[in-house]
């Protein structure tokens, strides 16, 4: 992938194009694997949430360095203003969807691998669009 929020290597050292493939890798694995779908699709969630989260640090950085500052929740709410009403409620959507997912309850059962390859496609669409700037 190209563009410059995607070949920003984040603070913990992962560039986004490493954590969606990371990701990736969780729901598809090759072989045999220890870990149950439940979990896989937790970590997985874990992942491409921080995707979103330093993709729109890197973004608030280039665009206004003073948002980044702000709260995720906070930051995704001034996105709408930036790039289109649509990109602006699905990534908020996907954010939201992917935090409940990885906060673990007693009383939810964990996110299907279905669920988050969903958000997988969904993600890698938002952060394709808003490298691309055509958000």
Do not use: F, I
């Not at 989260?53 to 930036?82: F, H, I, K, N």
Request: hydrophobic residues 40%; glycine residues 6%; aromatic residues 6%.
């Amino acid at each position: 992938m190209t563009g410059r929020t995607q070949s920003s290597a984040p603070r913990g050292g992962l560039s986004t194009n490493a954590l969606v493939a990371a990701a990736d890798h969780l729901l598809n694995p090759p072989g045999d694997t220890t870990l149950t779908p439940g979990v896989r699709a937790r970590a997985a969630a874990m992942l491409l949430r921080l995707a979103l989260d330093e993709t729109l640090d890197a973004y608030w950085q280039t665009v206004s360095p003073r948002m980044t500052r702000s709260r995720g929740r906070t930051r995704m709410l001034c996105l709408q203003w930036y790039v289109t009403p649509s990109v602006a409620r699905q990534w908020y959507a996907v954010w939201s969807g992917l935090s409940a997912a990885c906060h673990h309850h007693t009383y939810e059962l964990p996110p299907t691998p279905a669920e988050v390859r969903a958000w997988h496609q969904d993600v890698s669409e938002l952060l394709r669009v808003l490298a691309a700037g055509k958000a």
